[in-house]
Nanobody, 122 residues
Framework: QVQLLESGGGSVQAGGPLRLSCVAS????????MAWFRQAPGKEREGVAL???????RTADSVKGRFTISRDNAKNTLYLQMDSLKPEDTAMYYCAAAEDTPCVLNRRFGRWGQGTQVTVSA
């Protein structure tokens, strides 16, 4: 059974770091297009960052310079390093995967994780 398993969320004070992980369990390979999304209460889901199997990275303007997406294909794991966190980063963070092109944030992703909560206090 293939699934995406996120971890690493938690509560942190503004300015602090967190590192999220997403393990692609049951996959022979880490899917080509991997992304992080987030959704805060009462708000629409927002694409945060994505990375393709070829290493192409796209990052939302709201987190550019603070968040870094990376992937370890040998470990079938996607990461999101979040630095200089702000209260407005508070949200449920989801890992998403797609096995084909195009690798863009506004495409349909076929597989989603259950999410990990990130809470940033002022």
């Amino acid at each position: 059974q293939v699934q995406l398993l996120e971890s690493g969320g938690g509560s942190v004070q503004a300015g602090g770091p967190l590192r999220l992980s997403c393990v692609a369990s049951g996959y022979k390979y880490l899917p080509y297009c991997m992304a992080w999304f987030r959704q805060a209460p009462g708000k629409e889901r927002e694409g945060v960052a994505l990375i393709s199997g070829g290493g192409t990275i796209r990052t939302a303007d709201s987190v550019k310079g603070r968040f870094t997406i990376s992937r370890d294909n040998a470990k079938n794991t996607l990461y999101l390093q979040m630095d200089s966190l702000k209260p407005e980063d508070t949200a449920m963070y989801y890992c998403a995967a797609a096995e084909d092109t195009p690798c863009v944030l506004n495409r349909r992703f076929g597989r989603w994780g259950q999410g990990t909560q990130v809470t940033v206090s002022a």
